[in-house]
């Protein structure tokens, strides 16, 4: 986790906080070691507390209407705004005309600006004389650093003796990242050290230590990165317990995700992810293949197994989500559990009896 807390951050989510697309604001306003959150731009849930809002309990965040507003939210608390972080993912990545004229409304303040969206920032010349003009950085997370990816896979993941647990899941954008923070957590609260990799641009926005942004990669270079990622959490800090997050999904007809971290971090167990609420892929219309099948492409592909299915209950009232979480656990004999509102303590304990008990 990174030590020293790097400025202070707006983040823009316009429009979007109350849903999937919102889910980079999400992750920001549950937990940042990055930045310190001043508040969060929705004019459309003004007023609100973002961590309610974002399923957790209140943290202080605002939810505000415009620039000017979050700005003066830092001002009265003495914590003046130096970032601008972009708290949206939507499936297509693209700069909107909208988002490009709050991002010149955020230069003109003097605020550096973070993206993780596919179109880079520092591709438009506008943009780039705005940043210069106002003594600004814009920083593309899509856009590695030199040299990343340039790795050779050595087979270091061979000298790594933690368990390793992977958290993939049914779709994109479903809450992997949030079961794996919550697994560390769970697991450090019992005494036994661990480490997430994170691999998207969220958990580099909340200051993940140990990690990788696999979109940003090319195709060749993901096995040897992500090797060297787990290798360098184990040499660093010597877990007992090294949690991957994992990108999309195995069986998704546009991204499929997961098959770099079942081949290279060889997992010893994996937790799934699930939506039950969801039918089809978010943002396409193909539908979303069985529960039952994930589990046997990941357990064939990964030659390990699925311990356990954390459920996002989206979409979905309280009896019915409690009767879909019923029927998947009777289904698989598998735990499950939404772990934003239940915690992840069921699965840290069966790592613990099952896993780390025989190692």
Known sequence: MNETVEGQAIVYCEGLFGGPDGKVAHGLVRRSHRY??????????????????????????????????????????GTPATHFV???????????????????????????????????????PDL????????????????????????????????VPAIRVAVLGTDASVGKRTTAWGLVDSLSRRGHRAELIGTGETAWFQGVRFGL??????????????????????????????????????LHPVHPGGYGILAVARPHAVVLQHAPGRTTHRGLPHAIRP???????????????????????????????????????????????????????????LLIDEKMSSS
Request: aromatic content about 2%; charged content about 25%; some cysteine.
């Open 213 to 250: 942004i696999l979109d940003a990669l090319p195709h060749d270079g993901v096995g040897a990165e992500l090797e060297y990622a787990i290798w360098n959490a184990w040499n660093d800090s010597r877990p007992a317990v090294i949690v991957i997050e994992g990108q999309s999904s195995l």
């Open 36 to 77: 310190r959150v001043l508040a969060v731009i929705d004019h459309t849930m003004a007023g609100e507390d973002a961590g309610t809002s974002a399923g957790v309990r209140s943290v202080g965040i605002p939810i505000v209407g415009d620039l000017e507003t979050a700005m003066a939210v830092g001002q009265r608390a």
């Open 86 to 124: 972009i708290g949206i993912a939507s499936q297509v990545g693209a700069l909107t005309e909208k988002t490009r004229l709050a991002v010149r409304s955020a230069l003109k303040a003097g605020l550096n600006v973070d993206s993780g969206l596919r179109e880079l920032l520092s591709d438009d």
């Open 291 to 349: 529960l039952g099948e994930h589990i046997k492409a990941i357990e064939l592909v990964g030659e390990t197994s699925v311990v356990a299915i954390a459920i996002n209950p989206e979409d979905m009232d309280r009896d019915a989500f409690l009767a879909a979480r019923d029927d998947i656990e009777q289904q698989t004999g598998l735990p499950t559990l939404d772990v934003l509102a239940d915690g992840a303590d069921r699965i840290a304990q």
């Open 128 to 159: 780039l004389e705005l940043a210069w003009a106002n003594g600004c950085t814009i920083r593309d997370l899509r856009n590695p650093p030199q040299g990343m990816g340039s790795r050779r896979f050595e087979g270091l993941i061979d000298d």
